[in-house]
């Protein structure tokens, strides 16, 4: 049984050699130190890929005396209505710690100064938007973060004293330009780093939208932008922005104003991806990682001696990001402080299995067929070449990496040798999203009707009555339950499958005639297309419904 201290893994080390963030840190804050500051980095990599620990090591590298770093969470203000409000805020707010972090009174009193000067210009901005709207209180309630600001009564005399009019954006960074004029002066090498993170988490409008309001900074000198985003996601969401519509109640042209890629090029003037961690570096950023954790010494040795067995087959030629090894190191620990009397290489090989998106069919299999498919792996594995495509025919695919892992002296043979799979599959699933056990249950009656569906095709004529029968009273009860649960959009789907396996079969089972077994044949085909599109909606479903777990995990 694994000791009670056992620790999942929260984060990565930036000093990972695999990942190269402590180099690429040090160059990009040189890079940021070393420039005019009036530029933006883009730090692109996919979801996990390590962009916050990347930014968080550049952080840490920044001079403390001429820099002032600001974290600026995207997300967490994804729902303001005017992002350049608490962007604002968050500078003044880092201002005014950096100015209490320093001994020397000019600095601390021309930061304040600084600070004053930015909230002022909020005021500004507020001003401008409740009149633009026509809502008197828009300054009480726009940005929550305000109130102190919001409550003070001398708004317009301070505005006049700062000479920031009414006249919304332009007033307002007029007097933002000239008072970090004043502050970064012309020989400091102060600036002001503005950390942009969880763009990954924003909806894509929202990460368009701090983007569009990052533009609004590029006229300040003193300012550098440092964003992490996936640059996919973004680009899709400036295209479908900028898209040119034809005339009214046509679809678009085709044509675009600007493309993303375009776009994101404008905006970064130094760009830096991330890139996977590759098979060859995954040991040496285990070390790191089990390092930084500080995992007790028992935990570190399973890992390392039961589970990289297994995470050498997650890699692939391409690489793998690395929160996918965090959630697999972590979905690991869950299920063995869960179950510890399962067996660790079958409740690995399963999870190493649901994480290989190009396993996809093995995935599939496992579900529908569990025991009746590893039993037909291992007759393929011992030269029946067609055993998995006579259990189905979408098996005949099965990628041949997933054959060399499950073979005899890889990590996940021991797959192949477990009489209960159900125990496991529900245990993994339940770790590892939250899509719960009713669509399992579901794709494994859909798929075991494939084997009376058989039995009607190899059915004499004369003896067909019989199993149809039987095979239309299962597929009843399998349509019943599956309409109990209520799953949206199969309804339609169902309703189908249910009127052709009720209706009569159009080659009168028990009479004999010419054309009997071409009608059949062709009733058959019908059939298992339906089935087949049954069992496809369902792990769609299935699919979709864990997304969101995976999305914060």
Sequence with gaps: MPPANYKIILDFPSDSPALG???TAAALKDIIEGSRPQFAVGIFGTWGSGKTTL???IARLLDPDTTIPVQFSAWRYEREPHLIVPLLDTVRDALIQWAHSKKNKNSKAEALKTASTVGKAIYSVLAGLSFKVGMPHALEVSFEANKALAQADSFWEKEKDAKVSRSFYH?????????????LGTESKRRIVVFVDDLDRCLPQGALEVLETMKLFFDLEGFVFVVGLDQSVVERSIDIKYRSDGPAGTPADGSYQIRGADYIKKIFQLPYTIAPVAVTQLNEFLDAVYAEAKLPQEQEQELRTVVTPHLQFLVTESGVNPREIKRYLNAYTLVSKIKPHLE??????????????????????????????????????ANDSTALRDLDQTLAGTPESFMSYVSQGSPGNALLTTQNLAEYIYTGEAATSSRGTVFIDAIRDVAQLTKQLRACEAAPIMQDANYLGQYASSVNSVVGKMKDLSLGRLGPTLQDWSDHVNQQAPYAPNTPREDAEPLKKRWIAEEDAIRRRVLNQLMELYQNSGQSAAAVA
């Design 55 to 57: 930014m968080h090591a």
């Design 344 to 381: 660790k290489n079958v409740v690995l090989a399963l999870q190493t299995i649901r994480f290989r998106r190009d396993w996809e069919v093995a995935s599939r299999a496992l579900l529908s067929y569990r025991e009746v498919f590893t039993d037909a792996v291992k007759r393929q594995l």
């Design 171 to 183: 007033a307002a960074f007029k007097a933002l330009h000239d008072s970090f004029a004043e502050f």
């Design 21 to 23: 963030f402590d180099q």
